[in-house]
């Protein structure tokens, strides 16, 4: 199985949307998704091409699409740039089949160490829901340490709820991409 991580273009915005646009009330809950603010399918699409036009310096957002064998299966965002200073992390796969198959961790990995390059990031984390098993699962597994829990939100998109606060460092995904388990 070949994989690789590659930064958006514009005919991805399509299936980003897609993506959200179709999550189910189970899946948007597991997540921790608040469905309710999620813009129109022309708006979100509208926000994402803005950023995408926008010099990486300036970007607030960016997104590394997952590539598997050739096939685009999902992404990881990188979202509340603060180019050369921090950034926090997301991590989605929309093609359902390919979920559970050991192959998040090393696409998030790419991810990480391409966006430590791309954007000088001196810091990176990631909040999952703390109710979803998932990524708490891949992220410990991959050895990120879990620095704390809050109460809140994770994105603009999110609902309140109990979060996972995961320190993601250039060298743990390096280690890891060398090393894979």
Known sequence: MELQVRPWNREDITDIVRY???L????????GCDLSRFPSTEEYSRLLQGQLALPLEK???FYSM??????TIGFSSLKNIQFGVRGEMHLHIWETMQRGKGIG?????LSAV??????KLGA?????SAGNPFPNRMLQKIGFPLVGSRFGRSSDLSADRDLNTYAI?????EKYLAFPS
């Not at 391409?114 to 954007?119: A, P």
């Open 124 to 128: 990176a984390i990631c909040e999952p």
């Open 66 to 71: 997952w590539i598997s064998d050739g096939r």
């Open 20 to 22: 959200w646009k179709s």
């Open 105 to 109: 961790g090393t696409l998030f990995c």
């Open 114 to 119: 391409d966006f430590y390059e791309r954007f």
């Open 24 to 31: 189910s009330d189970a899946d948007a809950e597991r997540m």
């Open 169 to 173: 460092s250039r060298q743990v995904a």
């Open 59 to 61: 970007a607030d957002s």
